[in-house]
């Protein structure tokens, strides 16, 4: 936002309110207040504007470091709701309380996770929605470090429990790639710190030979991915405009063609919940003979 604020015509912003980054905000850049209120609702920013009556102008700008709201005060006074706008936004927080009740269809015997190593249950739950709602995608790519939030939980499953794993309006959309395109994508995922990207359909061998990382990738029937393969990708919208770094390497000049638009993530995994039924345990998701991910060793792969 900075680097935004200082690139902007002088007087065409009179504000900025960032997000995201988690961060404590409270600046002047390049004459624009900015704030940011840290995460989870345990503060706010404020900016004050001073405007002239006259030619409605803003004639003063002071940001100042969010505030933490002490349960029930600030500046020493207590907190309490507006009843006009709690009466405005009743009907929506109804709507949602409803929505967030409603059962997905399925029941889980056992938390679904994101954690695990060389890859996650709850990442292969989500890439298999994503693959199976893309008629002719072979391969399905998520951000499963950073694009889920929260473990499910045993139980019946409800869509509040899902939007709250998935809480961002991320599309599932599916572009071609080259099979030499899909190498570089997994060789890079290799070679990094962190969390492999979520993947289905595909199976990844790395291996070492004479000090160069050699990738073999494989369908689910067995055969074969090669180089000059046109393979139809699904992944999000999200992770296809520059995401993470997932696909930046191989990204064209003009952005990637939109092949395929299947809605938004969360929807397209509810759907897959509803089409299965049934119970779904944990240890499904990963088959520990078969690996998705087969490496060489622990993360950043180096064959030096």
């Known amino acids: 936002m900075f680097v935004v604020a200082r690139a902007l015509p002088a007087g065409l912003v009179d504000a900025i309110v960032a997000g995201h980054s988690h961060a404590p905000v409270g600046h002047q850049v390049s004459g624009i207040p900015i704030t940011e209120a840290n995460s989870g609702g345990r503060s706010f920013g404020r900016i004050d504007l001073e405007i002239d009556r006259v030619t409605k102008r803003v004639v003063s700008r002071t940001s100042f470091a969010p505030l933490d709201l002490v349960p029930g005060t600030y500046e020493g006074a207590p907190v309490v ?4 706008i709690a009466a405005v936004i009743g009907p929506a927080i109804e ?6 009740a409603s059962a997905v269809g399925i029941t889980l015997e056992t938390p679904i996770r ?6 996650s249950p709850l990442g292969n739950l989500f890439t298999d929605a994503y693959l199976a709602a893309v008629p002719g995608a072979e391969v399905a790519f998520n951000n499963t ?8 939980p045993a139980g019946p499953l409800t869509y509040g429990s899902l939007f709250e794993v998935m809480p961002f ?36 061998r790395v ?41 930046t390497a191989v990204t064209p000049p003009d952005g990637f063609t939109i092949e395929r638009d299947a809605g938004t993530a969360r929807d397209v995994v509810a759907a897959w919940f509803k089409a299965r039924g ?12 078969n690996l998705r991910w087969t490496l060489p060793g622990p993360q950043p792969v180096s064959c030096r």
């Open 207 to 247: 291996t070492c030979e004479s000090g160069v990382p050699i990738v073999v990738l494989a369908r689910r029937d067995g055969s074969a991915i090669r180089d000059d393969d046109r393979v139809l990708v699904a992944t999000t919208d999200f992770l296809a405009m520059g995401g993470d770094g997932v696909f």
């Open 81 to 84: 709701s507006d009843p006009e």
């Open 278 to 289: 049934g119970s779904l345990r944990e240890e499904q998701l990963v088959d520990a003979a």
């Open 145 to 152: 470090s950073g694009g889920l939030r929260a473990d499910l």
């Open 114 to 119: 994101r954690a695990g190593a060389p890859e």
């Open 95 to 100: 709507g949602a309380r409803v929505l967030k």
């Open 169 to 204: 309006e991320n599309r599932v959309i599916a572009f071609y790639l080259s099979g030499a395109g899909v190498r570089q994508v997994v060789l890079a995922q290799a070679a990094r710190r962190g969390a492999l990207v979520g993947m289905s359909g595909l199976g990844v």
